[in-house]
């Protein structure tokens, strides 16, 4: 395959400075000062019509008058200069530039415009850009500092991508003091063109980085972002911080989802489903990284605190509380060996207080023991430099113990003078450790959210979770007629008439628009019966005295609409009251009240929310949102978020609740979501939930006009596994063979397959002598993104398992109109046609998503490829720099 599309970003060999400038204290010659003064190895070229030499440096009149090859140029001139600079890039076969300069989007209508220019030209001439409106790039290993920064990074392995220029400094500044190296520093500044989906792609497989640092203040492409981070947190750690977490924005709260989801809610939602961990402070940035760069994973949050202060526990103890994090009790075994080993009057419980005369010794046994409990998940083991203590010491123990066991361990070693020494010691092996017990506690926080978000990326939900399917045409009527109503909320009848084509559970409703129609209907439901205003004006109807329980008979029946009418037109005098609808009260002394919703994010689409219900959810604000689509298990952990999951358990003397009946309502709330994008906002509210059951009570759905596009869950910011590409297929021999798309949990098989290949097959797919594949290699073939990539396996049941006798597979270009394909089949399954099965399957996809272009590198001495190719409609060329490949590419009709 082609060379990386920002590997001149990267790995520049030449550079070219536009707008180098003599002038003190000037941007052109803060930049070219730091990239002479760097070490950058590379070429260096001045270009600035007005001086003939910088800084003792030969100066160019343009980029065009550079006579050598320039792979990147960094841009300072004035903005209105800028597009000319960029054509002038093209022509000079410069593919790659860094625009520093200000005066763009950032500045109003007139800066847009200009910027709109520079990506215009940028477009015309293939120039990737980075900016405008940025601090620039750093690359310590390269030497290379093409920023205006007075600080230069130091090297190490954090790559840090930032929005603002500003931050971005001030992170530089902060880790300077602390020592703290990176690979990769790039500032976005307006984002243009390069964002930070471009950035996480290419961070995501540089060996350099063994973690992304990202600070974020908004993002346009939710499902671009969302896409290129759930790749890179496949890889290696990525740590998230954002700013403007409390804007709201101007979005109108019509349902009580939107009154109590606020944007950050759905930012921070969006995180955790893409396997990166989000911190609120630089401080904690680092800290995650620290810690989540160390050798330690945890699989799960319970942690067990060893201390020789019982203050310093109970600090920790409550940053735990805080944070969510368990403290669970040691075992009986764990439990008696500690009674052994520690005096009699230690704490007893976890924290684990082994006293102020703590020895080494003490402190190895009893981390050492905590480790071994099966019931605790990692251990942050706390020293207050008492006189007795020993700080080195005790640090080469608490080293000793780690090294037997892969649970996590953080240390905190409070004070300073005395424990510079222990803390260096820690360093050296890889340790975390912190000087506060909040900060240890946080520390271990991040490996436990890293964990359970690394959980919620596996996912990959279908959109459809049952057998038996909604009625989807249906529901798509019913919104229809409404819009052709020029009705944006539908009835309660209507609303409910959707939840029931998918197969929600509800309770029958009734409208009626008269007095004595109402007494019918009452009679024919029966008592005691709830009766609620009908009117599409009016949103909320308790706020207008527009709800009334326990209705007992028919006189109260007629009394109640007259009352709930003239109640409605008294204070909503405009609205359209259409009458009353009525409905069975549903009451059973063990029922809890629920509520789930769903809104439409203006930057990551719809969102699911669950918690408590009834008439005061916007005052108990207990809800917990998630991404859809679902699953069993997101749909359990999105339930377990919440203060009411305590509430659905055994509880005093009700029962506990039917929990697969609301996991059920959730998974189809996420089908509604995933076929019906006119949906905007929802609330199911309250939905009684008992021991035996779930049924939804009331329900308001918001639509509106949803233009059909080309790509299915285009309204997503994560696709759904795509189900609708699995197909079955038979050989001549009568061989059944599946074709789908790849899923996380098929490593097993990938590995398998990939082992069972000749040296030959290795060859012709890999182009390198490949064993098998690396871990790395392992999660980057088979937790896919389905909007960026896909891959189709070919599958067969041998002894009762499933088999992967062959792979196609394409990556979407940086363009979005080309991709890259390759093909391998199982040694003993090729010449049966099962190559050309998949490669046709995959070019069909590759047409549904809109893409032109199809090209693959394959070894010349690949015959057999090479026809199968040939047959497909391919055109095949030689490669011009290496004769041993050819280029296989299809246009897409």
């Known amino acids: 395959m082609d060379s990386h599309y920002l590997n001149h970003f990267f790995n520049p060999r030449s550079i070219a400075v536009v707008g180098a400038s003599n002038r003190d204290n000037s941007v052109g010659m803060k930049v070219f000062s730091n990239l002479l003064q760097g070490g950058f190895s590379g070429q260096l070229y001045a270009v600035n019509p007005n001086h003939t030499s910088i800084l003792d440096e030969p100066c160019f009149p343009s980029v065009t008058a550079i006579k050598k090859p320039v792979e990147l140029a960094v841009i300072v001139t004035p903005a209105q200069a800028v597009p000319d600079v960029i054509s002038e890039c093209g022509e000079q076969n410069i593919h790659a530039a860094i625009i520093l300069s200000a005066g763009f989007s950032e500045t109003g209508k007139e800066g847009k415009s200009l910027e709109e220019k520079i990506i215009e030209a940028g477009a015309r001439h293939h120039v990737r850009m980075i900016g405008p409106n940025c601090l620039g790039m750093m690359l310590p290993h390269l030497g290379l500092n093409a920023t205006f920064n007075n600080i230069n990074a130091l090297a190490g392995n954090l790559a840090l991508v930032s929005q603002s220029g500003a931050i971005c400094a ?30 996480l792609d290419y961070l995501a497989l540089d060996p350099k980085t063994e973690s992304i640092l990202l600070y974020v203040e908004g993002i346009r492409h939710a499902r671009h972002f969302l896409s290129s981070l759930r790749v890179a947190a496949r890889m290696k750690p990525v740590v998230v911080i954002k700013g403007g977490r409390f804007q709201q924005g101007s979005r109108a709260a019509l349902s009580h989802t939107g009154a109590i989801v606020g944007r950050d809610d759905v930012f921070d939602a969006a995180i955790k489903r893409a396997g990166a961990v989000r911190v609120m402070s630089i401080e904690q940035l680092f800290s995650a990284a620290q810690t989540l760069a160390s050798k330690y994973r945890a699989k799960g949050d319970r942690l067990a605190i060893v201390t020789n202060g019982g203050g310093a526990g109970v600090m920790a103890a409550d940053r735990a509380a805080e944070l969510n ?71 080469e123990e608490v080293i000793t113990a780690s090294s037997k066991n892969d649970k996590p361990i953080i240390a905190c070693w409070m004070g300073e003078h005395q424990v510079k020494s222990a803390r260096k010691l820690f360093a050296k092996h ?79 409703t009734i409208e009626a628009h008269t007095a004595n129609e109402a007494l019918v209907v009452a009679e024919s439901l029966g008592f005691p019966l709830a009766m609620k205003i009908y009117s599409p004006d009016i949103t909320h109807k308790q706020d207008v005295g527009g709800v009334r329980l326990n209705v007992p008979n028919a006189e109260a029946v007629r009394e109640t609409f007259s009352d709930m009418i003239a109640q409605a037109k008294q204070k909503c005098p405009d609205a359209d009251i259409v009458g009353v609808t009525l409905e069975r009260m549903y009451k059973n002394p063990n029922d809890r009240e629920l509520m789930i919703g769903v809104l439409r994010d203006p930057v990551f689409g719809p969102v699911i929310s669950f918690g408590a219900g009834g008439s005061f959810v916007e005052v108990i604000q207990d809800a917990a949102i998630t991404l859809p689509p679902l699953n069993q298990f997101l749909a359990k952990k999105l339930i377990a978020q919440t203060r009411m999951a305590k509430l659905l358990g055994k509880f005093r003397n009700m029962p506990a609740v039917n929990l697969t009946a609301i996991e059920n309502i959730l998974l189809r709330v996420s089908e509604m979501v995933c076929e019906l994008p006119q949906i905007q906002e929802m609330d199911i509210n309250p939905i009684i939930i008992n021991e035996n059951e779930a049924i939804a009570i009331d329900a308001r759905i918001l639509v509106d006009i949803h233009v059909p596009m080309l790509v299915p869950y285009s309204h997503m910011a994560i696709h759904p596994y795509p189900h609708h590409l699995i197909s079955r297929w038979q050989l001549a021999d009568g061989t059944n063979i599946t074709i789908r798309p790849i899923r996380p949990e098929d490593a097993e098989i990938e590995q398998a397959f990939v082992r069972s290949l000749s040296p030959q097959s290795k060859y012709f797919r890999f182009m390198e002598h490949l064993q098998e594949l690396t871990q790395t290699m392992l999660v980057r073939f088979t937790q896919i993104d389905y909007d960026r990539e896909m891959a189709l396996i070919a599958a067969i049941h041998q002894d009762n398992k499933e088999k992967n006798i062959g792979v196609a597979r394409y990556i979407i270009n940086p363009d979005q109109e080309s991709c890259e394909f390759a093909l391998v089949v199982a040694d003993a399954w090729q010449g049966k046609g099962i190559g050309s099965h998949l490669m046709t399957n995959l070019i069909e996809e590759a047409k549904m998503k809109g893409l032109k272009t199809m090209k693959g590198e394959i070894l010349a001495n690949n015959h057999n490829m090479l026809q199968l190719a040939e047959s497909l409609g391919f055109t095949i060329q030689t490669r011009r720099d290496d004769t041993s490949i050819k280029i296989a590419i299809k246009t897409l009709d």
């Open 170 to 199: 001030a992170i530089l500044d902060w880790a300077k003091e602390r020592h703290v190296g990176f690979s990769a520093v790039i500032s976005l500044g307006n984002a243009a063109d390069i964002d930070f989906s471009d950035a």
């Open 430 to 508: 890889q340790l975390p450790c912190f000087s506060t017990p909040e900060s240890a506690i946080e520390a271990f926080s991040y490996l436990a959210n890293y964990y359970i978000n690394q959980q919620l990326l596996l996912q990959v939900p279908e959109p459809l979770a049952y057998q038996s399917k909604p009625d989807i045409t249906g529901a798509r009527l019913i919104i229809d007629s409404a819009l052709a109503e020029k009705r944006k909320i539908l009835t309660l009848t209507e609303s409910k008439a959707i939840l029931n084509a998918f197969g929600i559970p509800v309770t029958q």
């Open 325 to 395: 994090i368990p403290l669970p009790e040691p075992d009986k075994a764990t439990f008696d060996y500690l009674n052994q080993i520690l005096p009699g009057h230690w704490s007893h419980h976890n924290p684990i207080d082994i006293l102020g005369d703590a020895t080494p010794e003490r402190y190895r046994k009893a981390v050492a023991a905590c480790l071994s409990d099966p019931h605790i998940d990692g251990v942050v083991t706390i020293l207050v430099p008492v006189v007795m203590s020993q700080p080195d010491k005790v640090a």
